[in-house]
């Protein structure tokens, strides 16, 4: 199947840093990116939709000013979480999208904020 | 909004026995059905799917049905293993931008117990 990375896997941070995260499609172009939260035991919740060469479009409730997503290329879209808070710390995890529909998701980033 | 509920949020079973786990949906335009399973602290693993121009698909072990016109559809585990022991979730595709985005389930923990 579709081969998706990110990277880190596990970052650990001050409060008030900022800490970006990215997502690739190894074998395959992705024109659309997602960015899930994942709280433990819990369900994956949609922060956004990043699209290659247009803005992302954000789920209601999420702060664009303060998850930034850049998809520069087709293969490669970031989140940046900007000034980071101890309610910040969860497990992100992108997935990128086949044309039929189907996302494949990256191994998630583990965000600790201190 | 869109939603996703899933049934039930935890099953037990014994090596051997059969699994099933239930998810309704409430788009009605919704046209793709995939389930995941997830170890913890792992990525989500596409498993199956299922489009709703079918009724029923299945893999080995493993088959969905679809009833669209009660918008409900379910995950068939026969022979359940030790290594099904995971978190489940179904999900429902509703349309966002040029992709169809996805709403998950709330997950359901299976135990198959030796």
Redesign the interface.
């Known amino acids: ?1 579709a081969v998706v990375s990110q990277h880190p896997s596990r970052v650990i941070c001050k409060s008030g840093t900022s800490v970006k995260i990215e997502c690739r499609s190894l074998d395959f172009q992705a ?2 990116m ?1 960015w899930y939260r994942q709280f433990p035991k ?5 922060m956004a ?1 990043s ?1 290659e060469g247009s803005k992302a ?1 954000y789920e ?1 409730g999420v702060e664009k000013d303060k998850f930034l997503i850049n998809h520069a290329s087709l293969t490669l879209s970031t989140l940046t979480v900007t000034s980071a808070h101890p309610e910040d710390s969860s497990f992100y ?1 992108c997935s990128a ?1 086949l044309g ?9 980033t583990r965000l600790t904020v201190l | ?1 869109e939603n996703v509920e899933q049934h039930p949020s935890t099953l037990s079973v014994q090596e051997g026995d059969s699994a099933v786990i239930k998810c309704t949906y409430s788009d009605s335009a919704s046209n ?1 059905f ?1 389930w ?1 399973k997830q170890e913890l ?6 498993i199956i ?1 299922i489009r709703s121009n079918v009724g029923e698909k299945k893999d080995q072990r493993i088959a969905v049905t679809l009833n669209k016109t009660a918008k409900h559809f379910s995950l068939h585990i026969t022979e359940t293993q030790p290594e099904d022991s995971a978190v489940y ?1 179904c999900a429902a ?1 509703m349309r ?12 359901t923990l299976l135990a198959v117990q030796p």
């Open positions: 199947g024109t659309t997602f819990k369900s994956l919740m949609l939709t699209n479009t209601q995890i999208a039929l529909g189907e996302q494949f998701f990256g191994p998630g | 909004g793709y995939p995941y602290g792992k990525r989500p693993q596409l799917d979730f595709s966002g931008g040029a992709t169809n985005k996805l709403i998950f389930g709330t997950g």
